[in-house]
């Protein structure tokens, strides 16, 4: 009585698979070619279906019509904004053409970008009767909160998220270069830190700060000069 042996299995790639079940590699590429963009397997008659219809396929002139107008759309969008962009950076440039935006930018930490946010939402500085209202406007100014935690403090100090977001962003950035290059910042966070602020708490302050800044060179028509250190 003889015995049937199994077939030995593969050591390779640590598989248990017989070899015989392997196919050959031509035989891989074939079915890798095969596959469909779902990664399932398409049998070799539907595929050679798929690619003579595929050769034989031509476009039917409505879809032809539906393309150029597509294009059409994209590129008068394009033109759009083209026209959009060339007429804010117009706008920009008029803005920084002045003695005020030089002023501004002696500031440390004022840019272009950021000079050009100030004098557009702030308009005519005038138009502020005290520099509360321009804090006010801005949202630069502290409110208060309850912390409702047992055994905590009875309230917190938070900026205020109302004003104009756009001169906020622009005094929060100039506050944030300023740590580092604005003599006159960089004291006034160490000042608040000293008195126990926390981090955010003293660039709030900052930001206040900076607009003070800002509305002493505007409304005074001078430049940028730092507060002596105090003693």
């Not at 005038?126 to 630069?140: I, P, S, T, W």
């Not at 100090?157 to 004003?163: L, N």
């Amino acid at each position: 009585m003889t015995t049937e042996r199994a077939p030995v299995p593969s050591r390779s790639c640590g598989s248990l698979r017989p070899r015989s079940r392997w196919p050959a590699s031509g035989s891989r590429r074939s079915a890798d070619a095969n596959r469909g963009p779902g990664h399932r397997a398409v049998g070799t008659t539907k595929a050679a279906q798929i690619h003579g219809v595929a050769k034989d396929t031509i476009a039917p002139p409505e879809l032809a019509a539906q393309i150029g107008f597509e294009m059409e759309l994209r590129i008068a969008q394009h033109d759009l904004l083209e026209q959009q962009i060339a007429q804010a950076e117009a706008q920009v440039a008029g803005l920084l053409d002045g003695e005020l935006a030089r002023r501004l930018q002696t500031i440390p930490g004022v840019g272009p970008a950021i000079c050009a946010t100030l004098i557009a939402e702030i308009g005519d500085i005038h138009r502020f009767n005290d520099f509360d209202q321009l804090v006010a406007y801005a949202g630069v100014h502290p409110a208060e909160k309850s912390s409702g935690q047992k055994g905590g403090p009875e309230t917190s100090w938070h900026m205020a998220k109302t004003g104009n977001a756009y001169v906020r962003a622009a005094l929060y950035r100039m506050s944030v270069v300023g740590l580092q290059h604005n003599p006159t910042i960089a004291a006034h966070y160490a000042r608040k830190r000293a008195e126990g602020k926390t981090k955010m708490n003293a660039l709030g302050h900052c930001m206040k700060k900076s607009l003070a800044i800002v509305w002493g060179i505007w409304r005074g028509g001078h430049d940028f000069t730092p507060e002596p250190p105090i003693a």
